[in-house]
């Protein structure tokens, strides 16, 4: 392995690029721990006001059977947004204000606005059943979307150095979508019980078995899928230039509307004949939420592309190896890299590859906005920020890269020396570049799956 400088010295920063702007004292409401407190405050207040208006409404016995109950798809949830951010993952806090927003603010503020607004129609127009229908296809979608979305707005402004990508609005608004219907189910499925107890009904023909099914087994994707298309508008909006206000804006609003629009649409489908529910079920929701997976999982691959086409510009510089690029532009590699170091290091060391690997992928895209013209104004100091990281694990991290960038290369078959022809030699004997000469040297060998 080539030996790098001391100091490597920057890249020349993209065209578009901006210069770090002035510091400036924050005034006492803009300092992190007053907010943080404040928003903890009045999330774990509306915690406290939820948790007693549930448990009003279905009772003790009720309240525990629907936690139990809606408890069951939210870990298989979490895990599929948080598979879709382990390219450049976020940081926790944000996952867990996404998720506690979710289930303590939106869906008190859901809950009070829906029922004063469905009383208020009731009263208005003397026919409760319509309320009722108007409530649910009308007033829930608006309040409900508007309520989830405040999470993902909240994100975007306050931490946009984590909100860089259509990625990073995908998972906050998934992740406040789950931790609402995980609110909303253990209503709904303790009013269930509840019915049960006073009927009497048990087993697969009462309503809490019926419940389970539609809202659980059926459609635990249904408020994900809403809100991802909020998240989507503000993803968007986050690849702009600061410059585009207008996109800025109208972006997150479109993806607001259309999310009201297709909750309207799914919850209107039982109005459409004994079998609408099920019939929008197959032909709009199954195919939009098809269609929306194949997005997630193409836009994961399309940062690991620009892993390796953003990464280079630092290995010309000295910062990175020649192996980085394309084995932090692979998931199998960067798993294989992570287990290495494991394995001979210890967990911790493990745990600083991934950082590691982070830290770079956080470099190759933050390089990509700049050369698009969208960079923010801080943009020299965070790409010194995220190189110095870098710097300072790149002695447990190289080795480990090195080696799962030889394990996952393609393998390429050798052409008879007479088919290079007279010229092709290159290099000095022994040097990297060379035919038949390692480009890095040899590591202790490995199996991730020896005990």
């Given at each position: 392995?080539?030996t790098?400088?001391?100091?490597?010295?920057y890249?020349?920063?993209?065209?578009?690029?901006?210069?770090?702007?002035?510091?400036?004292?924050?005034?006492?409401?803009?300092?992190?721990?007053i907010?943080?407190?404040?928003?903890?405050t009045?999330?774990?207040?509306?915690?406290?006001?939820i948790?007693?208006?549930?448990?009003q409404?279905?009772?003790?016995?009720g309240?525990?059977?629907?936690?139990?109950?809606a408890?069951?798809?939210?870990?298989?949830?979490v895990?599929?947004?948080?598979?879709?951010?382990?390219v450049?993952?976020?940081?926790?806090?944000?996952?867990?204000?996404?998720?506690?927003?979710g289930?303590?603010?939106a869906?008190?503020?859901?809950?009070?606005?829906?029922?004063f607004?469905?009383?208020?129609?009731?009263?208005?127009?003397?026919?409760?059943?319509?309320?009722?229908?108007?409530?649910?296809?009308?007033?829930?979608?608006?309040?409900?979307?508007?309520?989830?979305?405040?999470?993902?707005?909240?994100?975007f402004?306050?931490?946009?150095?984590?909100?860089?990508?259509?990625?990073d609005?995908?998972?906050?608004?998934?992740?406040t979508?789950t931790?609402?219907?995980?609110?909303?189910?253990?209503?709904?499925?303790?009013?269930?019980?509840?019915t049960?107890?006073?009927?009497?009904?048990?087993?697969?023909?009462?309503v809490?078995?019926?419940?389970?099914?539609v809202?659980?087994?059926?459609s635990?994707?249904?408020?994900?899928?809403?809100t991802?298309?909020?998240?989507?508008?503000?993803?968007i909006?986050?690849?702009?230039?600061?410059?585009?206000?207008?996109?800025?804006?109208?972006?997150?609003?479109?993806?607001?509307l259309l999310?009201?629009?297709?909750?309207?649409?799914?919850?209107?489908?039982?109005?459409?004949?004994?079998?609408?529910f099920?019939?929008?079920?197959?032909?709009?929701?199954?195919?939009?939420?098809?269609?929306?997976?194949?997005?997630?999982?193409?836009?994961?691959?399309?940062?690991?592309?620009?892993?390796?086409?953003?990464l280079?510009?630092?290995?010309?510089?000295?910062?990175?190896?020649?192996?980085?690029?394309?084995?932090?532009?692979?998931?199998?590699?960067?798993?294989?890299?992570?287990?290495?170091?494991?394995?001979?290091?210890?967990?911790?060391?493990?745990?600083?590859?991934?950082?590691?690997?982070?830290?770079?992928?956080?470099?190759a895209?933050?390089?990509?906005?700049?050369?698009?013209?969208?960079?923010r104004a801080?943009?020299?100091v965070?790409?010194?920020?995220?190189?110095?990281?870098?710097w300072?694990?790149?002695?447990?991290?190289?080795?480990?890269?090195?080696?799962?960038a030889?394990?996952?290369?393609?393998?390429?078959?050798?052409?008879?020396?007479?088919?290079?022809?007279?010229?092709t030699?290159?290099?000095?004997?022994?040097?990297?570049?060379?035919?038949?000469t390692?480009?890095?040297?040899?590591y202790?060998?490995?199996n991730?799956?020896?005990?």
């Amino acid at each position: 392995m080539a030996t790098s400088p001391a100091y490597p010295n920057y890249p020349a920063p993209p065209a578009g690029s901006a210069r770090a702007p002035g510091h400036r004292h924050p005034h006492w409401w803009q300092r992190r721990a007053i907010r943080a407190g404040a928003l903890i405050t009045l999330l774990a207040l509306s915690g406290l006001v939820i948790l007693a208006l549930v448990r009003q409404q279905t009772g003790t016995e009720g309240f525990l059977v629907g936690l139990g109950l809606a408890t069951l798809p939210v870990p298989l949830l979490v895990s599929a947004f948080r598979w879709l951010d382990r390219v450049a993952p976020g940081p926790w806090r944000n996952l867990l204000f996404a998720f506690a927003w979710g289930a303590c603010a939106a869906a008190l503020i859901a809950i009070v606005a829906n029922s004063f607004a469905t009383r208020w129609i009731a009263t208005a127009t003397a026919d409760p059943t319509s309320a009722d229908t108007l409530g649910a296809t009308v007033i829930a979608p608006i309040v409900e979307e508007s309520a989830k979305a405040a999470a993902v707005l909240l994100v975007f402004l306050f931490r946009r150095g984590d909100f860089t990508g259509v990625v990073d609005g995908f998972v906050i608004a998934g992740v406040t979508a789950t931790g609402f219907a995980f609110t909303e189910n253990i209503l709904y499925l303790g009013n269930a019980f509840g019915t049960d107890q006073l009927s009497g009904e048990s087993g697969l023909a009462s309503v809490t078995a019926a419940t389970f099914f539609v809202r659980v087994v059926m459609s635990p994707f249904a408020h994900p899928l809403f809100t991802v298309l909020t998240g989507i508008g503000f993803g968007i909006a986050a690849l702009s230039g600061e410059r585009h206000r207008v996109r800025r804006v109208l972006l997150p609003v479109a993806g607001l509307l259309l999310a009201m629009g297709l909750h309207a649409f799914w919850n209107g489908s039982a109005s459409f004949g004994e079998y609408g529910f099920f019939v929008v079920y197959a032909t709009f929701m199954l195919p939009v939420f098809g269609l929306l997976t194949w997005l997630a999982v193409w836009l994961r691959q399309r940062e690991l592309r620009l892993v390796r086409a953003e990464l280079p510009a630092y290995v010309a510089a000295g910062w990175l190896t020649a192996a980085e690029p394309f084995a932090l532009g692979s998931m199998r590699a960067r798993t294989l890299a992570r287990d290495y170091a494991a394995y001979h290091l210890g967990k911790p060391a493990g745990r600083g590859v991934v950082a590691y690997e982070t830290y770079a992928t956080s470099l190759a895209l933050l390089r990509h906005r700049a050369r698009r013209g969208r960079a923010r104004a801080d943009f020299a100091v965070r790409e010194r920020e995220l190189l110095d990281a870098l710097w300072e694990r790149r002695e447990l991290a190289r080795p480990a890269l090195a080696y799962a960038a030889r394990a996952t290369a393609p393998v390429v078959v050798p052409l008879p020396y007479a088919a290079y022809g007279p010229y092709t030699a290159y290099g000095t004997p022994g040097s990297p570049g060379t035919p038949g000469t390692p480009a890095y040297p040899a590591y202790p060998s490995y199996n991730p799956y020896r005990t």
